[in-house]
């Protein structure tokens, strides 16, 4: 069964370092998500994207965060200077041209900020 | 009033309850609903989709009433595998995409 897959697992940083995470959406897949879960918390979204641009972002997806495409299969979060308060589960998820809100997600990337 | 809000939970069950999760979400002009279950430390996973007419899984039910703004989610016949949170999302159709989960009812299932 095709799922979605995200590396690393868990990545640790010092505050103000650049992190990316990255995401293979499940392949016949158009529309991309990320999403984070601080410990104990609901989930969030962050930001879709289709047709290699940003579809919706939140209030939470600031200048400090990008996301990129960079070829067939990768989807990447980047987030340029990491504060404490970005330590969280960061969820990648995808769906397809006829489910659209149908999401499948990723395992996850634990973000902490030290 | 929260865009999507749950019953607080947890739900204590013995196994071979009957256990229903209440969701209401404030956009009325939102369009696709769903439940999803989150396992401790793990992603969250498509449950099933909800629809205007209602919808049967299995042991799960889902429904929808537009005009109360109101999701449900029965499951019958609980089983120890059915201990997780359940999440309530809504797409609030606001053309991008944008998804609002729930902040989730946990659910304990006891032999």
């Known amino acids: 069964e095709p799922e979605v897959t995200q590396t690393p697992s868990h990545q640790v940083t010092q505050m103000g370092q650049e992190v990316i995470l990255r995401c293979v959406p499940i392949s016949n897949h158009l529309y991309f998500y990320w999403y984070r879960q601080i410990l104990g918390q609901k989930v969030e979204f962050l930001v879709s994207f289709y047709n290699n641009e940003i579809s919706e972002k939140s209030e939470i997806f600031d200048d400090q965060f990008s996301v990129e495409r960079p070829d067939g299969s990768n989807f990447t979060l980047k987030i340029r200077s990491t504060k404490l308060e970005d330590s969280a589960m960061y969820f990648c998820?995808?769906?397809?041209?006829?489910?659209?809100?149908?999401?499948?997600f990723g395992p996850g990337t634990r973000l902490t900020v030290t | 009033r929260k865009e999507v809000e749950q019953d607080p939970g947890p739900f204590n069950v013995p196994e071979g309850a009957t256990v229903a999760f209440n969701c209401t979400y404030s956009?009325?002009?939102?369009?696709?609903f769903f439940w999803y279950r989150q396992d401790c430390r793990k992603e969250p996973k498509l449950l099933m989709s909800?629809?205007?007419s209602g919808n049967e899984d299995g042991r799960f039910t889902a429904q929808l009433n537009r005009a109360s703004q109101y999701i449900s989610l029965l499951i019958r016949d609980s089983k120890l595998s059915d201990s997780a949170t359940y999440l309530c999302v809504v797409n609030p159709d606001t053309g991008g995409f944008k998804t609002i989960f729930g902040a989730g009812t946990r659910l304990f299932v006891k032999a």
């Open positions: 909800v629809y205007s």
């Open positions: 998820a995808s769906s397809s041209r006829d489910t659209q809100y149908e999401q499948y």
């Open positions: 956009n009325s002009a939102s369009q696709s």
